[in-house]
């Protein structure tokens, strides 16, 4: 008993160390597997997470979460579980929806699917409630060296003997997967793939040019423009007293405009409007 109960508190100082507004355990299951459904596809496929499930509750909205602690890599399950997650039971399986996925929970332990679901039914029709008290400080970090999921309780066999009856893969050939059917009244969830092929394009306006467009009336504009630039360039220079300009201050001018961006950019402009106009 005291064994268990040591146990218990290890399991909860470790969650804390995930999100320190866990204040206790409501359930566990000592190894499940995780299932995702491609809506696209109408395939299930392993999620790549498997391990120790945990139900706990916290002292901030969501009052409670699904956990499962993941054995095969340091990306863990974590599920809310509130008022809008769509829970069924199917086989030896929980299924779920969430906003964005469908995932199914296989129980290596077959009477812990009855107990999960039964556990987050309750906990849809009634949240637990926080205990009034004072904030807990976040418990120390594990010493170094601990293996990356020793989790005390969890199952660490490799299940070779009780493999989940449910392939890595499996076409849904016009209905449910044999043995892993969606229950019926499971409402359809709409991928984002699906949003994305149903848009108009003819709706997404083109992209806007981010140059100039080349104008097609000759340079029979441009050119003035060019001139007009250069002389008022030419008589703002404070050397420039009059309206004559000599060679001198043109040179010097030419040399600070083809630095000038702007004044490139009516060049090339001009350039541009002129081979339109001899390639018609």
Known sequence: MNNNRTIDTQNLSALQRLDNKIYGVLGTSTHVSV????????????????????????????????????????????????????????????????NNEINGIWFYETEDQDKI???????????????????????????????PMGFPG???????????????????????????????????MVSPQKELSNTNLHNIPPPQPTQPQPSHNGNSNNVPIMLATLMNSVKNTPSSSSNTITKEQLKEKLKELVNDDNFINLVYQSYINTSHINNQ
């Not at 829970?87 to 399986?93: R, T, W």
């Not at 969890?154 to 892993?180: A, E, L």
Request: glycine share 6%; aromatic share 10%; with cysteine.
């Open 154 to 188: 969890m199952m660490h066999h490799d299940y070779q003997g009780h493999p989940p009856p449910f392939p890595g893969m499996m076409p849904f050939m016009g209905g449910p997967p044999p043995g892993f059917p969606l229950p019926p009244g499971f409402p359809p």
């Open 35 to 98: 299932y995702i459904f491609d809506d696209s596809s109408k395939q299930w496929a392993r999620k790549e997470v498997e391990g120790t499930l945990f139900v706990v509750a916290r002292n901030e909205y969501p009052w409670s979460k699904l956990i499962v602690m993941n054995r095969l890599s340091t990306k863990n399950l974590v599920e809310e579980v509130n008022e809008k997650l769509v829970i069924k039971c199917q086989g030896q399986y929980l299924i779920y929806k969430n």
């Open 117 to 147: 679901f039964k556990l987050l039914k309750e906990i849809q029709n009634n949240p637990p409630i926080p205990p009034q008290q004072a904030p807990q400080p976040i418990p120390p970090q594990p010493p170094m060296g601990l293996p």
